[in-house]
C-alpha cells in the first residue's frame, strides 16, 4: 500500500480546493484553474472515498457553483471562473459540452448517497429534471441515444462525433443515481432503452433495428464496444473510457463483458506505462480521420499519434478501469493498475501530469492535474477501505 502517493494525492486535491469548488489544476495554465463540471465531479468522487471533510465540503461548494450557473435552457457550465465574486461562465468551447449536464446529475447524487440525504436531492431536483429534459432534447430523433457534436465531451479535440458511447453510458449512470432516490418507472423504463439500444448498436452479432443497418454490417467489430458511430458511419477506436463506464454499469452479456476486459488487460500490459491509452489504436496522418483532427484545437495542436486523446494514455480514466476491474473483482489487476497510476503520477517529483506519451512515456500536458490524484485515490480507497460509489 503506496502510503507517500496517496498522501501526495489528497495533498493536491486540497491545494486545487476553493470556496467555490475544486479547480482542474493548480497551475495557472489557459482554463485550468477554473471550477469544471467533469473534473469537479471526479476529484469530487475522490472527495467523499477519502473521508475528508474539508475535500467534501469542497465537493459541494463545486456542485453549488455548477448549479447556480446553470442555462435557463438546462446546460451546466463546462467550467467557472469567478474573481471577485463575478462569475465567467463557459458551455463550452469550440462545441458545447454535453457530459457536464450528466456529470452534474451524477455528482449531486454522489453526494446524497454518501451523505445518507435525501434532501440535497430535493435542493437540486429542480435543476436535474432541467437536466433530463436537455438530455431528452438532445436525442433528436426520440429514439433513446443522445447526439454529440465533435468536440462535445471530455475527448474535446477527439474525432469522435455522433452517437457516442461514453455520453450515453455517462447518461444511463445519472439516470440510475437518481432514480437510487426517487424510485421511477418511467426513468426505470428509460435506463432499459437506452442500455437496449446500446447493445444492439455497439455490440456484435446483436438482434434489434439498427440505426444505421448499413454501417453496422460494414463494421469489423472487436471484444470491445467501438467508440461511436453516426449517418457517415462508425468510429471503431477502443475508448478505454467508456468500456469501463460498461463494465461498471454491467451493459452487455457477461461474454461479451470479459472479453472487454481481456482486451483491456492485454493492452495495458502492452504499453510501456502498464496503463490503457484513452483510445486505440491512434490515428495518423495517412488515416482517414487525421483531417478531423488536425484543425478540431482552440489553442494549439495536441493530438500527435500515443499523445493526448489520441493514444496518450490518462491517469484519469485509468482510475476508472481500476474500479470497473473491482467492480467484476479482479483485485489484483486493480492492485497492478493503481501502482502504474502512482508510478506515473510520481514522476518528475510527483508532477501529477495530465496524461503521458503512450510510446515514449514522457509526460504531456498540464502539471498537478487534480483528476490524476483523484484517480490515485479512488482507486486506493476502494481497495483498502471498500469506498463504493453508486451505480
Known amino acids: ?73 438546462g446546460k451546466i457550465p463546462s467550467n467557472v471562473l469567478i474573481i471577485d465574486e463575478k462569475s465567467e461562465v463557459s458551455y463550452g468551447g469550440l462545441a458545447g459540452r454535453v457530459d457536464a449536464v450528466t456529470w452534474f446529475i451524477i455528482g449531486v447524487c454522489q453526494y446524497a ?75 426505470t423504463d428509460k435506463i432499459e432503452k437506452i442500455t437496449t439500444q446500446i447493445e444492439i448498436n455497439f455490440m456484435p452479432d446483436t ?42 454499469l454491467n451493459i452487455g452479456s457477461s461474454e461479451f463483458q470479459n472479453k472487454m476486459l481481456n482486451y483491456a488487460n492485454t493492452l495495458a500490459s502492452e504499453t510501456q506505462l502498464g496503463l490503457l491509452p484513452a483510445f486505440w489504436p491512434p490515428v495518423f496522418e495517412t488515416d482517414e480521420y487525421w483531417h478531423l483532427l488536425k484543425n478540431n484545437c482552440k489553442y494549439e495542436f495536441r493530438n500527435y499519434p500515443y499523445e493526448f486523446h489520441n493514444g496518450g494514455s490518462w491517469p484519469m480514466v485509468n482510475g476508472f478501469f481500476g474500479l470497473a476491474l473491482l467492480s467484476k473483482f479482479e483485485r489484483q489487476k486493480a492492485i497492478a493498475i493503481l501502482e502504474k497510476i502512482n508510478e506515473a503520477n510520481a514522476k518528475k517529483d510527483f508532477s501529477f501530469y495530465e496524461n503521458f506519451n503512450t510510446k515514449t512515456t514522457e509526460p504531456n500536458g498540464v502539471s498537478l492535474c487534480a483528476w490524476s490524484a483523484a484517480a490515485a485515490v479512488l482507486v486506493h480507497q476502494s481497495l483498502h477501505y471498500n469506498f463504493k460509489i453508486l451505480v
Open 1 to 73: 500500500m503506496n502510503n507517500t502517493a496517496y498522501h501526495k494525492a489528497i495533498e493536491l486535491l486540497g491545494y486545487v480546493s476553493t470556496p467555490d469548488g475544486f479547480l482542474a489544476s493548480a497551475v495557472s495554465t489557459t482554463n485550468y484553474k477554473r471550477v469544471w463540471a467533469r473534473d469537479g465531479v471526479i476529484c469530487g468522487l475522490a472527495a467523499l472515498a477519502s473521508d475528508d471533510e474539508k475535500l467534501i465540503n469542497t465537493f459541494k461548494n463545486t456542485l453549488e457553483t455548477l448549479a447556480k450557473n446553470q442555462h435557463p435552457t
Open 207 to 248: 438482434n434489434g433495428e439498427k440505426y444505421h443497418e448499413r454501417a453496422y454490417k460494414e463494421v469489423n467489430f472487436q471484444d470491445y464496444m467501438p467508440c461511436s458511430f453516426s449517418p457517415s458511419g462508425y468510429k471503431t477506436q477502443f475508448d478505454a473510457f467508456a468500456n469501463s463506464l460498461a463494465l461498471l
Open 113 to 187: 448517497y454518501y451523505k445518507c440525504d435525501v434532501s440535497f436531492i430535493s435542493k437540486y431536483n429542480s435543476e436535474i429534471e432541467k437536466c433530463f429534459e436537455l438530455l431528452e432534447a438532445w436525442e433528436f430523433n426520440n429514439k433513446h441515444l443522445l447526439y454529440v457534436p465533435l468536440s462535445g465531451n471530455w475527448a474535446d479535440e477527439y474525432i469522435t462525433d455522433g452517437y457516442v458511447l461514453y455520453d450515453q453510458l455517462l447518461r444511463i449512470w445519472a439516470l440510475k443515481s437518481y432514480n437510487y432516490f426517487v424510485k421511477s418507472e418511467a426513468i
